[in-house]
């Protein structure tokens, strides 16, 4: 690669014995992998040169000096810095199994928005263009908490399970009925996972789920449930599976949820010093664990065999479908 002198305007490099030129307000992401460095143009284009010795901030701090509206990085499902939502992340820069890459700024998922900040909020519809919300919640959640109204975007309601005692963990609450969820939160996760693919609710709400990915046109789409762990992590699962994910890679994304919400799971745990017999219970309730998501595959595979045949006849998804949604968000 060699970069033109002065001011950075674009990059020449020779391709099979020829000189060709990749102008930098074309480029939309920037990314390094594998001392690599991974170009994309507006045409999902990939270019990939060597770093060689040179430090890629470098590399980036150029390319930025010459267009500040290139994405920088490959996320990989990593939280994104906000102040006031520990558990939305940008799936942008996830690896598939053929060598693709998710683009960044068009999935993202989260936990609940009703606390979000002011500038939170400002960076949601304006630096990643916001402008689709799924809200799997359900409507007992989002009456207690509803989601904000952002510049631009449409909300849907598309809730994979009915109303249940979980929905106690939209309150802020010392209720008995509290008490009594933490004490049997394990069993209730293991039934949850294990309908959230199968119900007929789930069924319908995960196919109207890839409807609106299938549809969504502009700027990036953001679903979310109260926590972001199990209705979203299932719902995660799913796409990725379709766009080509390893399973290894699903699973990973998945137990990163423990991270971010290690220190809503922490306070908890101090508001019930009184019952100190249910703070042991707490990780059955707040962690996203391998034993959970095992159950969501295991229910796939006994009802529909694999997760093709899941895909298509239980969402009720085609071929052409699947290929759509690797086209729209895969470079």
Not at 120 to 132: A, S
Not at 229 to 251: C, F, H, P
Request: contains cysteine; glycine residues 6%.
């Amino acid at each position: 690669m060699q970069e033109n002198n002065h001011a950075l305007t674009s990059i020449t490099f020779s391709e099979n014995g020829r000189e060709r030129r990749i102008d930098i307000q074309h480029v939309i992401w920037a990314f390094e992998w594998e001392g690599a460095l991974y170009l994309v143009d507006k045409n999902k284009k990939v270019y990939t040169f060597e770093l060689e010795s040179k430090d890629p901030e470098l590399v980036f701090e150029a390319l930025k000096q010459a267009n500040p509206a290139i994405i920088f990085g490959a996320f990989e499902g990593s939280r994104i810095g906000f102040e006031s939502l520990d558990n939305t992340r940008d799936l942008g820069g996830i690896q598939t199994m053929d060598g693709r890459f998710i683009l960044p700024h068009k999935l993202l998922r989260s936990g609940s928005l009703h606390k979000i900040s002011k500038a939170d909020r400002h960076r949601l519809e304006q630096e990643f263009d916001v402008r689709l919300v799924m809200d799997l919640r359900t409507e007992v959640e989002r009456l207690s908490a509803p989601d904000p109204i952002m510049l631009q975007a449409e909300n849907v309601h598309v809730s994979p399970r009915k109303a249940s005692s979980l929905d106690l963990l939209a309150k802020d609450t010392h209720a008995q009925n509290m008490l009594d969820l933490i004490r049997h939160a394990k069993k209730t996760m293991r039934c949850m996972y294990e309908e959230l693919v199968v119900s007929e609710q789930g069924l319908k709400a995960y196919r109207r789920f890839f409807e609106h990915l299938l549809a969504s046109e502009k700027g990036s789409v953001l679903w979310h449930c109260t926590q972001g762990k199990d209705r979203t992590g299932v719902g995660t699962m799913l796409l990725l599976s379709a766009l080509g994910v390893s399973k290894e890679r699903i699973y990973q994304d998945y137990l990163q949820t423990n991270v971010y919400l290690k220190g809503e799971k922490d306070a908890l745990a101090v508001r019930l010093r009184a019952h100190p017999d249910l703070v042991g219970h707490l990780d059955d309730l707040y962690d996203a664990k391998k034993e959970y998501l095992d159950l969501a595959y295991q229910s796939i595979e006994q009802n529909f065999g694999t997760m093709e045949n899941y895909l298509i006849e239980g969402l009720g998804l085609e071929k052409a479908d699947i290929a759509r949604l690797r086209e729209k968000f895969l470079v």
